[in-house]
C-alpha cells in the first residue's frame, strides 16, 4: 500500500500491489460473495468500508455484511439530489439491519454551484457535476482506508465486463472487492425476496437504476436497464469506477 493511507490494521502484514492483488484475485475467483467480503475484513478489518447507491446490489451486499461484520461502516454519495425514497430506504435499512451510514458530502451547496458552473449543470455537463458531487468526495473519503467493497456487477454495462471479485483500484491506489462481480440481476433479486430486504420501491415503476432524481428517468420493458440514466447522452458511468480521475 502507498503511505498516504491512514488506516493499517495490525494484523495486516501484506503491502498489497496490483501485482499481488492479481494473485489473490486468481485464486478467489468465482467464490462465494460471503467468502469475498470475509477474506475482505480478516484482511483489512476497521481499513475496509463499503459503498453503496442504496441499488438491490448494494442491498443484498448490505445484508452479507450485517451478519458477517455488522460494524462495518457503509457509505453513501449524497448528492443533495437523491430520491426521497432513497433517504427512506437508508432509513429502512439502519432499523432493519443495523448497517452504520455515513454520508460523504462535497461541501458545495447547489446554490454554490450554480454560481461556480451555471445552472443545472447536471443537464449542460453531468461528468462535471458528477466529478464534483461524487468523484472528488469520494476520493477523499477512501484515502483514509486501504479497501472498499462495490456491488457491480459484470453485466450492467460493458465497461464492467472484466470486473473481477477482487481487484487492484488503480484510481485510488487500492483494494477493490466486487462480490457480486459474477451475480445476475435475477439472483440479486431472489436473494432480497427470499430475505424479505427492503429496497426502493421505485424499482416496481420502472426505474432499475436509481441515482440522482435530475439524472433519472423510468424504462420502458426490455430496455437496458441504465438506459435512464443521464438518457438522452453517451454517459453511462458517474465516474467513480473509473480507472483513472481527472484533477
Known amino acids: 500500500m502507498t503511505a498516504q493511507h491512514k488506516t493499517v490494521p495490525a494484523f495486516q502484514t501484506v503491502q498489497w500491489t496490483p501485482e499481488s492483488i492479481?494473485?489473490?484475485?486468481?485464486?478467489?475467483?468465482?467464490?462465494?460473495?460471503?467468502?469475498?467480503?470475509?477474506?475482505?475484513?480478516?484482511?483489512?478489518?476497521?481499513?475496509?468500508?463499503?459503498?453503496?447507491?442504496?441499488?438491490?446490489?448494494?442491498?443484498?451486499?448490505?445484508?452479507?455484511?450485517?451478519?458477517?461484520?455488522?460494524?462495518?461502516i457503509v457509505f453513501y454519495l449524497d448528492t443533495d439530489l437523491l430520491f426521497a425514497n432513497t433517504y427512506e430506504l437508508r432509513d429502512e435499512l439502519v432499523q432493519k439491519l443495523g448497517i452504520r451510514f455515513e454520508r460523504v458530502y462535497s461541501g458545495i451547496s447547489l446554490p454554490e454551484q450554480a454560481l461556480r458552473h451555471g445552472d443545472k449543470l447536471w443537464d449542460r455537463d453531468p461528468d462535471t457535476c458528477c466529478h464534483i458531487r461524487k468523484v472528488i468526495p469520494q476520493r477523499q473519503f477512501l484515502s483514509k482506508y486501504d479497501?472498499?467493497?462495490?456491488?457491480?456487477?459484470?453485466?450492467?454495462?460493458?465497461?464492467?465486463?472484466?470486473?473481477?471479485?477482487?481487484?487492484?483500484?488503480?484510481?485510488?491506489?487500492?483494494?477493490?472487492?466486487?462480490?457480486?462481480?459474477?451475480?445476475?440481476?435475477?439472483?440479486?433479486?431472489?436473494?432480497?425476496?427470499?430475505?424479505?430486504?427492503?429496497?426502493?420501491?421505485?424499482?416496481?415503476?420502472?426505474?432499475?437504476?436509481?441515482?440522482?432524481?435530475?439524472?433519472?428517468?423510468?424504462?420502458?420493458?426490455?430496455?437496458?436497464?441504465?438506459?435512464?440514466r443521464w438518457a438522452g447522452k453517451p454517459k453511462t458511468e458517474c465516474g467513480i469506477h473509473l480507472p483513472s480521475i481527472k484533477e
Not at 441499488?55 to 461484520?69: K, T
Request: proline fraction near 8%; aromatic fraction near 10%; glycine fraction near 10%.
Open 147 to 228: 479497501a472498499w467493497i462495490t456491488g457491480i456487477r459484470r453485466d450492467q454495462t460493458a465497461f464492467r465486463a472484466n470486473t473481477k471479485q477482487i481487484e487492484w483500484d488503480h484510481a485510488n491506489r487500492m483494494v477493490k472487492l466486487n462480490p457480486l462481480a459474477g451475480w445476475t440481476s435475477d439472483q440479486v433479486w431472489e436473494h432480497i425476496q427470499t430475505n424479505e430486504l427492503p429496497y426502493n420501491p421505485l424499482h416496481d415503476y420502472g426505474y432499475p437504476s436509481i441515482g440522482c432524481w435530475t439524472c433519472t428517468k423510468a424504462v420502458e420493458p426490455g430496455q437496458d436497464p441504465r438506459s435512464g
Open 22 to 72: 492479481k494473485e489473490i484475485s486468481a485464486a478467489l475467483e468465482g467464490s462465494s460473495p460471503e467468502t469475498i467480503l470475509r477474506w475482505g475484513f480478516d484482511t483489512f478489518g476497521p481499513g475496509i468500508v463499503m459503498a453503496t447507491g442504496f441499488g438491490p446490489e448494494g442491498i443484498v451486499l448490505m445484508h452479507h455484511v450485517s451478519q458477517i461484520r455488522p460494524e462495518t
